[in-house]
């Protein structure tokens, strides 16, 4: 039961391209922390993903703390994308 609960909550790895376009976004805009949160709601909206308001602020402080590595972005979207 565990196995079908986890392939039900994963999603997609996001390709590269995709996370240095959203990391650009969110370093050469100068966004606060509310307008981050809102890109990456938008960037996942945009892939079939819903989000949790406050989740999605939370990932997005993280995302600036961790610097926006592609690695740290990929694994804070897959904590906050839920799946439609």
Known sequence: MADSLCSSRAIET???ADLVSLREEL?????????????????????????????VG???A???SNR????????ELEKVALVM
């Open 58 to 60: 939370n990932a997005a």
């Open 14 to 16: 996001f390709t590269a």
């Open 27 to 55: 370093t050469r805009s100068g966004l606060d922390s509310r307008h981050a949160a809102e890109l990456i709601a938008a960037f996942l909206s945009v892939r079939g993903y819903g989000v949790s308001s406050q989740a």
């Open 62 to 64: 993280r995302i600036e």
């Open 68 to 75: 926006c590595t592609l690695k740290s972005m990929q694994e």
